[in-house]
């Protein structure tokens, strides 16, 4: 949680500017009543943004699990965000790429549609069928998007695993996924830096067994990586496969498009699938109503497309609708920290999207740096991943939006396939500090751990109350979804159906909600998921540690940071065990779940029956009242990590 400030809306509303709702996708405020007198009917409204191949009979089947959104209807995702563009705009740019070395590319919706067909065409001669998982393991090059749609295309789900993660992480997802088909990249500039991926991508095929029929490599360094048998250029192949056309083939609304993996309350992490109709319809419909997306636009969202975000806001909503969707591949503050600003004024970026981890760094930097630049072409800002502060919300305003364009505090999750509570910027005034209400359509409720809704100002959960389109495949089959969470729980037995999003949130008068961070043990990192079990496994495994405890610990800029406490078995060197504990970290997971600090403690603080006290662990990473320590069997320990702590501060 970010702690400056986290009681946000101080009751401040901001109006969207008229000259906003005037051209806004979204303006007329009936469209919440809609909803309310025609549910589940209204979510045609996100259905009829899509070409259905077979047209559905029913907008929602099933009164409980199995849910089945748009039931009976096909369609192709690669159809809807490439082919059905070529009559009106074959011409515009469909995708336009940003490297790390200031290089630049566009593709054109005709030349998306060749590149997408060619390599579609290559994957089906790779063996790859229907069904198929293909894993994706690509920072952001257009070849990410592409290889994504060309999967679709064919009706094989892929699984994008985020390009820094590590050799052991590509493993145990490609493993959980039973995926026998990769591509990759030879490497990729890290801060003008290679990083060698293809190694990574080796050391993951060993991990597995060498179970991977092929492997295509994208030419990114321009290194001459030697292929070994199975393993193919992708140039090559697609120079193959040069003017080919594959027929999109039509998927079932609730057959799966893609999953990802994302980090919860276990060591493993969980893959979570997403639905062809449903989760297209979502991502259309939210790119249209809140992120306000018009064909004639370019949209930025900064997101990795390795992450949720990227999937929804950079790949399949923008181009879903037509629009110049635009891939950055570099960090913000390389070469200059006026990068960011710098591609806005270039490209006329019309909406951003980003993360309040990313606008407090813009702040820490200064404001001389967008101020060098014309951002006029800004029309909407929005945020996603984090809270975000009122402090962070006003200087994003005033310095990027120039006091004129709306905000849009995304919430939402991995599971939920896109954004969930928020304001619709045609529509609602905004509170700085509080995401907004449920959108149209939309159930959610902040309500006690017996699952009554709580008073306004009152903290409680956040949970989901009714099924949507975006929901994933595993949450609209199983029943009992939302009660094998996470041990802190709200009782849901009031509710027919009910998703528990683990989140702590509080409502106000208004119905808007203001998210307070995880209630599970997920450290969320510069809006980057981490399981505090994934990482203490990782820890456990270090010879050297006797015992470890992550928890989560404050971070101006990146909202939180993972600290991690180790008691060290003798004989340990501190200063070595530390660089181990690093190196162990970064090789099974990757360097962004690094721990910020390593705390040595000759004993983590334990209760009488011998469990860590994590809660207290928290306390004195916060410097917060310990509170209640009665069951504490050795509290000696706290004053030692105390002063460690101050050592290290
Ligand atoms: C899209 C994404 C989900 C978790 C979520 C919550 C936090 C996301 C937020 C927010 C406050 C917002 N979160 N958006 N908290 N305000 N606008 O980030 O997915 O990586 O699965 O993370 O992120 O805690 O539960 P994911």
């Known amino acids: 949680m970010v702690g400056e400030e986290r009681v946000p809306s101080d009751g401040e509303r901001v109006e969207p500017p008229a000259s906003f709702v005037a051209q806004a996708n979204v303006s007329d405020g009936c469209v919440r009543a809609e909803f309310a ?42 159809y809807n965000c490439v082919d059905r563009h070529l009559d009106e705009r074959k011409n515009q740019v469909a995708l336009t790429w940003e490297g790390r070395l200031g290089e630049s590319r566009t593709y054109s919706y005709l030349e998306l549609y060749r590149e997408v067909n060619e390599f579609a065409a290559a994957l089906r001669e790779l063996g790859v069928e229907e069904d198929d998982v293909v894993t994706l393991y690509l920072p952001v090059v257009p070849e990410l998007p592409i290889a994504m749609l060309a999967c679709a295309r064919i009706g094989a789900p892929h699984s994008v695993v985020f390009a820094g993660f590590s050799a052991d992480a590509l493993a145990t997802r490609m493993e959980a996924a039973d995926s026998e088909y990769l591509v990759t990249c030879d490497g990729y500039y890290r801060r003008g830096a290679p990083v060698h991926q293809k190694n990574k991508a080796d050391n993951a095929a060993i991990a597995v067994d060498g179970d991977v029929e092929a492997t295509v490599v994208v030419d990114r360094l321009g290194d001459d990586t030697p292929l070994a048998e199975n393993e193919y250029d992708y140039c090559e192949l697609v120079t193959a496969h040069r003017g080919e056309t594959v027929e999109p083939v039509p998927r079932d609304a609730s057959d799966q498009l893609f999953l990802i993996y994302t980090s919860g309350t276990t060591g493993e992490p969980t893959g979570v699938r997403h639905t062809t109709g449903g989760y297209l319809s979502y991502a259309a419909w939210t790119s249209h109503a809140v992120l306000d997306i018009e064909p004639a636009d370019t949209h930025w969202c900064s997101a990795d497309i390795g992450w949720i975000t990227g999937h929804t806001y950079t790949v399949y909503g923008p181009l879903a609708l037509g629009t110049t969707t635009m891939l950055y591949e570099g960090t913000p503050d390389h070469p200059e920290k006026d990068r960011v600003w710098e591609l806005i004024e ?51 305003h005033e310095h990027i939006g120039n006091g004129e364009c709306p905000i849009v505090d995304t919430w939402w999750q991995t599971e939920t396939g896109g954004t969930m509570v928020t304001t619709l910027p045609g529509v609602d005034d905004m509170k700085p500090g509080a995401a907004g209400p449920p959108l149209p359509g939309v159930g959610a409720a902040v309500v006690d751990a017996r699952g009554n809704p709580v008073e306004p100002g009152e903290t409680g959960y956040l949970v989901l109350t009714e099924p949507w389109p975006g929901m994933p495949v595993s949450m609209a089959e199983n029943e009992g979804w939302f009660a094998e969470r996470s041990s802190v729980r709200p009782s849901l037995d009031g509710y027919d159906w009910a998703y528990f999003t683990e989140d702590g949130a509080t409502v106000d008068e208004d119905g808007y909600v203001t998210l307070l961070g995880r209630v599970d043990d997920v450290i969320n990192v510069s809006g980057h998921r981490f399981g505090t079990m994934e990482i203490e496994s990782v820890l456990a495994d270090v010879a050297g540690v006797a015992e470890a405890a992550v928890v989560s610990g404050p971070h101006d800029l990146k909202g939180e940071a993972v600290y991690a406490y180790v008691s060290a078995a003798e004989g340990a060197d501190a200063d070595e065990l530390r660089a181990q504990v690093t190196d162990a970290v970064e090789a099974a997971i990757g360097p962004i779940a690094v721990p910020d600090a390593v705390v040595f403690t000759p004993e983590l603080p334990k209760t009488r029956s011998g469990k860590v006290m994590r809660r207290l662990l928290e306390a004195v990473t916060h410097g917060d009242d310990l509170g209640d320590t009665s069951a504490l069997r050795n509290p000696e320990v706290v004053g030692e990590i105390e002063s460690s702590l101050d050592r290290s501060s």
Do not use: C, Q
């Open 37 to 78: 007198d025609n549910w589940p009917g209204a979510w045609e409204r996100a259905a009829d943004l899509l070409d259905w191949e077979t047209e559905y009979d029913t907008v929602l089947g099933g009164d409980g699990p199995p849910f089945r959104w748009f039931e009976g209807g096909e369609l192709n995702a690669s």
């Open 346 to 396: 270039r490209n006329a970026v019309d909406v951003f999207y980003t993360a309040p981890t990313a606008i407090r760094a813009f702040m820490k930097w200064g404001e001389e740096h967008p101020e060098r630049h014309d951002l006029s072409s800004l029309r909407l800002l929005g945020t996603v991943g984090e809270p975000i502060n009122p402090r962070a919300w006003k200087w994003y």
